[in-house]
Structure formats: C-alpha cells, structure tokens
Nanobody, 117 residues
Framework: VQLQASGGGLAQAGESLRLSCAAS????????MGWYRQAPGKQRELVAT???????DYGNSVEGRFTIARDNRKNTIDLQMNSLKPEDTAVYYC????????????WGQGTLVTVSS
C-alpha cells in the first residue's frame, strides 16, 4: 500500500490550503482514510477521518474550519483547510486503516504545513 500526499506549504493566518492523498494497492475498500498531524514537540493528533461509508470525524481544534472529502472510486481524500491559524503548523500525515480482518494501518510520509501570523 502506498499513500501519496500533495498540497500543503506556506500560508498566512486566515488563508486556506488544500491537502490531497491518493492510496494505491488497497485490496479492501472498506476502510477509514484520514489526516493526522504532529507539531514539533507534540504528539501526533487527529485532524480528520472519513470512512468508506462517508462518516467523518474531526479533531476539536479544526472542526468547523477543515473539511474532509473522499472519492471511493479513486481511493483519494482531500482536506480543505480554511481560516488557518499558526497553531495549525505541523507535519500532516495521510493514513488509511481498517479495524476488521484483515486489519491494517498505513501512513504516508507527511507533508509540512506552515502558517505564519
């Protein structure tokens, strides 16, 4: 399984950025895809996830500002990040996981998002 992320980069506070992630090599389509982030000196945290059925979950700090969307046919997810804040600065990791047999949990390499004040 490979996860290819794109997007991210530098933005000023209040601006928007978009992250995309494409998964390849997945055999089982019933899974959860999403984004997590890790800021320097902090633990990795949930940003947003979406199941193959369309159920979404957001971290408290991004709810209302970020929106995740999924294309099951293409195995892709997009994360629209609006009203960015400096505290959104982090490395963002794409993830795909499945809790039912066969269980799997894969991570992308990460993409840096930097928000300046």
């Amino acid at each position: 399984v490979q996860l290819q992320a794109s997007g991210g980069g530098l933005a000023q506070a209040g601006e928007s950025l978009r992250l995309s992630c494409a998964a390849s090599g997945i055999i089982y389509s019933s899974n959860t895809m999403g984004w997590y982030r890790q800021a320097p000196g902090k633990q990795r945290e949930l940003v947003a996830t979406v199941t193959s059925g369309g159920t979404t979950d957001y971290g408290n700090s991004v709810e209302g500002r970020f929106t995740i969307a999924r294309d099951n046919r293409k195995n892709t997810i997009d994360l629209q990040m609006n009203s960015l804040k400096p505290e959104d600065t982090a490395v963002y990791y794409c993830n795909v996981k499945r809790k039912l047999t066969p269980v799997f949990n894969y991570w992308g390499q990460g993409t840096l998002v930097t928000v300046s004040s």
